[in-house]
């Protein structure tokens, strides 16, 4: 497969296809949007919301929540704040998400099954990390956007003049729904 990725994107750099997305570094609509990394939203978002190339910075990852307000998310929309120009920041859930009634447990089970050892996850434990909070989804996508609205709006480096919204997406129909 990776062969196959490869060799498009060399036709792809060689045949110039690369131009019609040329863009500069700074989102024109001055926002960033945190989601979900889920597949179905790839393509229908930014078609669901009117999106192209340069319009806004998409931060995505498991569940589109933080979950950690100094991790990598939260540094993701400083930066987009103070050195990209970022004024809005929306919050985009969705339904059917892989992350809802994730257990912590399973996961563990999963790890073990594909060779981690006892010994590193004890290790990971033993360096402060909660597997039971770190690896558990939610049971609300409604009550998840809630909450890491009220993370960002809280927080005490995202300045009070960001506005800050939550929605949850359809994943099929890619109909937003405010919460």
């Not at 490869?6 to 570094?25: A, I, Q």
Request: glycine letters at 8%.
């Amino acid at each position: 497969m990776i062969d196959e990725i490869l060799k498009y994107n060399s036709e792809f750099v060689s045949g110039h296809s690369y131009e019609k997305y040329l863009t500069s570094k700074f989102p024109e609509k001055k926002i960033a949007i945190l989601s979900c990394m889920d597949t179905r939203l790839t393509e229908l978002m930014p078609a669901a919301l009117g999106l192209k190339n340069g319009d806004v910075k998409i931060i995505k990852n498991a569940g589109g929540a933080i979950s950690h307000p100094f991790g990598s998310v939260a540094r993701s929309l400083l930066i987009a704040i103070y050195d990209l120009g970022v004024e809005e920041i929306l919050v985009i859930g969705h339904t059917d998400c892989g992350v809802q009634h994730m257990d912590s447990t399973r996961m563990l089970k999963k790890m073990k099954e594909k060779g981690i050892s006892d010994e590193d996850i004890n290790l990971i434990r033993y360096c402060g990390v909660d597997f039971d909070s770190w690896l558990s989804g939610f049971d609300s996508v409604e009550i998840s956007v809630a909450e890491t609205v009220e993370l960002i709006v809280k927080h005490p480096l995202i300045p009070k003049d960001i506005n800050v919204y939550g929605f949850i997406m359809d994943s099929t129909t890619g109909e937003l729904k405010s919460i």
